[in-house]
T-cell receptor, first 109, second 111 residues
Framework: KNEVEQSPQNLTAQEGEFITINCSYS?????LHWLQQHPGGGIVSLFM???GKKKHGRLIATINIQEKHSSLHITASHPRDSAVYIC???????????FGPGTRLSVLP | DVKVTQSSRYLVKRTGEKVFLECVQD?????MFWYRQDPGLGLRLIYF???????EKGDIPEGYSVSREKKERFSLILESASTNQTSMYLC??????????FGQGTRLTVV
């Protein structure tokens, strides 16, 4: 069993739809990160969470530490949101990230 | 407002060449990482460093070495490039309780 799992693996949505990507993890963490990678592009950090909820524009990220679960929501999705979204956890100081397998999102116009 | 810079976006090298990939960050981060990313395999850690002159092997260190002589710079060295090292290489940096910042990636092709 992978330490960080994501669902769904692939997601196709119509422009304007509300999107949710889920992440569950089995290790103790100091923080959870949501990352975005556009095709052929580098990786951009969207959020770092250790508790609660964060919002940035149309993106919202939540984390439930007790349930070891996080969600990334995209409101009013747009084709430029098409990318791979990666959940990663930081087990602690000086330690590597543990990455989820990624969710490939396609938003159709 | 670039925070993590990798020296090359695209690189083509011949088998057997010694290859240097440079990564520089301007955020005074302690931790720096080198990953390779391959289709279907995700991000795999090659080496990381949590302080100057400190280095730790990751999951796939074979065929690679690293150097961290200054806090802001973390270099990945392919001692003798081989075709199976053709990949996208990504550098990242972070400190405790900070976001992770990634470089734009270096797509290396070994011919």
């Amino acid at each position: 069993k992978n330490e960080v799992e994501q669902s769904p693996q692939n997601l196709t949505a119509q422009e304007g739809e509300f999107i949710t990507i889920n992440c569950s993890y089995s290790v103790g963490i100091s923080a959870l990160h949501w990352l975005q990678q556009h095709p052929g592009g580098g990786i951009v950090s969207l959020f770092m969470l250790s508790s609660g909820k964060k919002k940035h524009g149309r993106l919202i990220a939540t984390i439930n530490i007790q349930e070891k679960h996080s969600s990334l929501h995209i409101t009013a999705s747009h084709p430029r949101d098409s990318a791979v979204y990666i959940c990663a956890v930081s087990p602690g100081y000086g330690q590597n990230f543990v990455f989820g397998p990624g969710t490939r999102l396609s938003v159709l116009p | 407002d670039v925070k993590v810079t990798q020296s090359s976006r695209y690189l083509v090298k011949r088998t057997g060449e010694k290859v240097f990939l440079e990564c520089v960050q301007d955020m005074d981060h302690e931790n720096m990482f080198w990953y390779r990313q391959d289709p279907g395999l995700g991000l795999r850690l090659i080496y990381f460093s949590y302080d100057v002159k400190m280095k730790e092997k990751g999951d796939i260190p074979e065929g690679y070495s690293v150097s961290r002589e200054k806090k802001e710079r973390f270099s990945l060295i392919l001692e003798s490039a081989s075709t199976n090292q053709t990949s996208m290489y990504l550098c990242a940096s972070t400190s405790p309780n900070t976001e992770a910042f990634f470089g734009q990636g270096t797509r290396l092709t070994v011919v």
